[in-house]
């Protein structure tokens, strides 16, 4: 059965008082300490634990983004997409704050998302708008479209690259954590691209199936444009707006 805390919590939380919830959930450690917590949201439904994380981040801290574990917060994560946020903002902030948050090992985070159906999806997500800087990265080793790159990594073909992401030899940082340590996106990349190589890989190739599946789209949204400049007799300047 689940603890009378857990049951409040869901209730609150189906009447939309997220934040209600998080106090209720919070209770628990005031009467029986962190653990008790923890122990309690392996019970909780990863739709609601996500309702109560996509309230709180950074900016408005929970006792439930600082104790949630790994795999309870990888069930609860790739849920997200139900939300239909075609920006990723909340993604981004509900990551950046639990994964990074003190005392932390982001690498936990990094496998128990990747671990379950649709986590690397969800770490794409993250990064889509970041897609073009992720695969220069990739290719080249750096975040900056005119910084110094790794001349030897720029040197290799795709397929040479993809290899050498399994091969620790090979596979080694040009810039340092510590340059690239801002507990946000480029953090996390880094993180991806060396110290989880082939969950890397994975997200990158779905980045890029994305963006192939676009091409057709942004291919179609042109041809009018183009037809419309074709119909236009040779040398006739464009309708002035009456505006």
């Known amino acids: 059965m689940s603890h009378p805390v857990l049951v409040r919590a869901e209730k609150l939380i189906r009447v939309g008082d997220i934040v209600g919830a998080e106090a209720a959930l919070a209770s628990l450690v005031d009467s029986d300490g962190d653990g008790a917590l923890v122990v309690a949201l392996d019970d909780f439904a990863a739709k609601d634990l996500?309702?109560?994380?996509?309230?709180?981040?950074?900016?408005?801290?929970?006792?439930?983004?600082?104790?949630?574990?790994?795999?309870?917060?990888?069930?609860?994560?790739?849920?997200?997409?139900?939300?239909?946020?075609?920006?990723?903002?909340?993604?981004?902030?509900i990551i950046n704050s639990v994964i990074f948050r003190?005392?932390?090992?982001?690498?936990?985070?990094?496998?128990?998302?990747?671990?379950?159906?649709?986590?690397?999806?969800?770490?794409?997500?993250?990064?889509?708008?970041?897609?073009?800087?992720?695969e220069h990265f990739f290719k080249t080793g750096t975040f900056g479209f005119f910084d110094d790159v790794d001349e030897a990594a720029a040197e290799l073909n795709d397929d040479e690259r993809l290899d050498e992401l399994s091969d620790p030899e090979?596979?080694?940082p040009f810039l340092s954590h510590?340059?690239?340590?801002?507990?946000?996106?480029?953090?996390l990349t880094w993180l991806l691209r060396y110290e989880h190589a082939e969950i890397f890989r994975d997200v990158l190739l779905i980045l890029r199936a994305r963006a192939?599946?676009?091409e057709p789209q942004l291919a179609s949204d042109e041809t009018p444009t183009r037809a419309n400049e074709q119909r236009r007799p040779p040398g006739e300047p464009e309708e002035e707006s009456a505006l």
Request: glycine share 4%.
């Open 212 to 214: 192939r599946a676009e």
């Open 178 to 187: 510590s340059e690239v340590s801002d507990q946000d996106w480029m953090e």
């Open 170 to 172: 090979a596979n080694r």
């Open 102 to 134: 003190a005392d932390s090992d982001p690498g936990e985070f990094i496998e128990a998302i990747a671990a379950v159906d649709g986590g690397c999806d969800a770490l794409a997500d993250y990064l889509c708008d970041r897609a073009e800087i992720v």
């Open 50 to 93: 996500l309702a109560v994380l996509r309230d709180f981040d950074s900016s408005k801290e929970s006792v439930v983004s600082l104790l949630v574990l790994p795999a309870q917060f990888a069930r609860a994560i790739v849920l997200e997409r139900r939300y239909g946020d075609a920006t990723h903002e909340r993604l981004q902030a």
